[in-house]
C-alpha cells in the first residue's frame, strides 16, 4: 500500500469544525441572518441625506418662489407683467434632510422575529455540525474495522501460504493428489483478492474522512486507536434539547413575531422629521438658509386586504409548521425506539460472534494438529481455516456495527 498518515479522532473533529465546506455555507447562513437582523436598525434609526441641486426656469411660479427662498425679493418683483413673463433665474439648493422614526410598532415586531431567526439558523448551525460529526465518527469506525479485517486477512494469507508448503511438500512425498495443492492456491486466491478489495475500501473511506475534514487526499489514514466496543454510558432519552428540534421550536416563535408584526401594521406610525436648506443664486454660495421640522402620525387605514391576507397566511404557517415540528418528533421517537431495539440485538449478536470465533479458532487449531500428523485431509483444513477467519472478521464487523449504533443513538439523544 501507499503511504499511511496517521489519524486522531480528535484532531479529525477539529479539521472538520475548521475546514469543512458544509460547514463553512451553514456559517455564511447564520452571518446572512446576522447582517438581516442588523439591517432592522433602519426602523428605529434615524435617515440622514444631503443632497446639492442647481436650476434654471423661467417658469413664473418657480421664479418668485426662488427668490423667496434666496431672500432677494424687491418692490418692482410684485409687477404683473414682470410676475407673468419673468426672466430665466438660476438658483442653487443645499439640503440637510432628516427623518427619525419614533413609533412604528411593525418595526419592533419584525425585529423581535429576526432575533428568533438567527436563533434557528444558529440552531441549524450546529444540527449539521451534529450530522458531519456522525459522518465523521462513522467513517472512523469503518476504516478502524477495515485495518482490523486486514490483519486478520494478512495472518490468514500466512497461514495459506504455510499450508501451500506443506501441501506441495505432501505431494512430492505422495501423500496428497495435485488436486490438493489447487484447491489451497484456490483459497489463497481468494484471500489476496479479498485483502485487495479491503485496501481500496480504505481509500476510498479515507478519501471521504479527507473531504469531511476540508484537506486534499494524499494518502491512506491509520487511525491511531484500535477498534473496541464503546464503552455504555447513561443515554439522555429526551429529545427536547435536540438541535434540529430547537431550530424548529425557535422558527415557529419567529413565524409568531413575524404574525404579530403584520398585525402591528393595522396601527397608526409615528415619524420625525426635519429639513435645512441653504439657498443661492451662485453654485458654492450658500447666502440664506432655512429649515422646517415636524412630526407626521399616519394611518394606513385600508390596502386592499393585503395585510389582512397576509395574517392569515401567517397563521395557516404557524399551524402547519406545529404539525411539522410534532411529525419530526414522532419520526426522532420511532427512529430513537428503533436504533436502541437494534443496539440489543446487537448485544446479543456480539456474545454469539464472540463464542463463535473462539470455537472456531480451537476447531482450527484441533484440525491443523491432526492434519500435520496426516489424520486430517487438506479440504478440511482449508474448511476450518476459512471458517476461523470468517468468524474473526464477522466478530470485528459485529463491533463495528454496535460502535455505529452507538454513535447513532449519541446522536439522536442529543449525546454526541
Known amino acids: 500500500m501507499a503511504a499511511q498518515v496517521p489519524l486522531d479522532l480528535d484532531n479529525a473533529i477539529d479539521l472538520m469544525k475548521e475546514n469543512n465546506t458544509q460547514l463553512k455555507i451553514q456559517q455564511q447562513e447564520l452571518q446572512l441572518s446576522k447582517t438581516e437582523l442588523s439591517s432592522s436598525l433602519s426602523g428605529f434609526l434615524p435617515d440622514i441625506s444631503v443632497s446639492h441641486s442647481g436650476f434654471y426656469t423661467n417658469d413664473p411660479l418657480n421664479v418668485f418662489g426662488f427668490k423667496l427662498q434666496q431672500k432677494v425679493v424687491k418692490q418692482e418683483d410684485f409687477n404683473p407683467d414682470l410676475l407673468n413673463h419673468p426672466n430665466g433665474l438660476q438658483h442653487f439648493n443645499t439640503?440637510?434632510?432628516?427623518?427619525?422614526?419614533?413609533?412604528?410598532?411593525?418595526?419592533l415586531s419584525a425585529r423581535k422575529a429576526l432575533k428568533e431567526k438567527v436563533q434557528a439558523v444558529n440552531y441549524q448551525k450546529m444540527h449539521v455540525e451534529n450530522l458531519m460529526l456522525v459522518e465523521l465518527k462513522n467513517s472512523y469506525t469503518n476504516l478502524q474495522f477495515l485495518y482490523e479485517a486486514k490483519k486478520v486477512l494478512?495472518?490468514?494469507?500466512?497461514?495459506?501460504e504455510e499450508v501451500l508448503r506443506n501441501t506441495k511438500n505432501f505431494e512430492e512425498q505422495g501423500y496428497v493428489k495435485h488436486s490438493?495443492?489447487?484447491?489451497?492456491e484456490v483459497?489463497?486466491?481468494?484471500?489476496?483478492?479479498?485483502?485487495?478489495?479491503v485496501e481500496n475500501n480504505i481509500s476510498d473511506v479515507s478519501s471521504y474522512l479527507a473531504w469531511l475534514m476540508g484537506v486534499e487526499y494524499q494518502a491512506d489514514?491509520?487511525?491511531?486507536?484500535?477498534?473496541?466496543?464503546?464503552?455504555?454510558?447513561?443515554?439522555?432519552?429526551?429529545?427536547?434539547?435536540?438541535?434540529?428540534?430547537?431550530?424548529?421550536?425557535?422558527?415557529?416563535t419567529a413565524q409568531q413575531k413575524q404574525l404579530k408584526m403584520n398585525k402591528n401594521r393595522l396601527l397608526p406610525r409615528l415619524n420625525a422629521f426635519g429639513e435645512f436648506n441653504y439657498h443661492d443664486k451662485n453654485i458654492l454660495q450658500f447666502k440664506t438658509h432655512s429649515y422646517l421640522a415636524g412630526v407626521s402620525l399616519s394611518w394606513n387605514v385600508f390596502d386592499g386586504n393585503k395585510t389582512l391576507n397576509s395574517i392569515k397566511e401567517n397563521k395557516i404557517k404557524i399551524d402547519k409548521a406545529d404539525s411539522e415540528l410534532q411529525l419530526h418528533i414522532e419520526k426522532s421517537h420511532l427512529e430513537l425506539q428503533k436504533a436502541q431495539r437494534e443496539l440489543l440485538a446487537q448485544q446479543n449478536k456480539l456474545n454469539l460472534f464472540r463464542k463463535a470465533k473462539e470455537q472456531a479458532s480451537e476447531a482450527y487449531r484441533i484440525v491443523?494438529?491432526?492434519?500435520?500428523?496426516?489424520?486430517?485431509?487438506?479440504a478440511d483444513l482449508l474448511i476450518s481455516q476459512t471458517k476461523n477467519m470468517e468468524k474473526q472478521v464477522d466478530y470485528l464487523e459485529a463491533i463495528k456495527d454496535y460502535n455505529l449504533l452507538k454513535i447513532k443513538i449519541d446522536f439522536l439523544t442529543n449525546n454526541n
Do not use: H
Request: proline fraction near 3%.
Open 180 to 184: 490438493d495443492v489447487l484447491m489451497v
Open 95 to 107: 439640503q440637510l434632510a432628516v427623518r427619525q422614526p419614533l413609533l412604528n410598532f411593525d418595526a
Open 221 to 252: 489514514y491509520l487511525p491511531m486507536s484500535e477498534l473496541k466496543l464503546i464503552s455504555d454510558r447513561k443515554e439522555n432519552s429526551s429529545l427536547e434539547n435536540r438541535a434540529d428540534i430547537l431550530a424548529m421550536k425557535t422558527a415557529i
Open 368 to 378: 491443523e494438529n491432526r492434519y500435520d500428523q496426516g489424520l486430517e485431509k487438506t
Open 154 to 160: 494478512e495472518k490468514s494469507l500466512l497461514t495459506y
Open 187 to 197: 483459497e489463497l486466491s481468494g484471500v489476496q483478492s479479498s485483502l485487495i478489495e
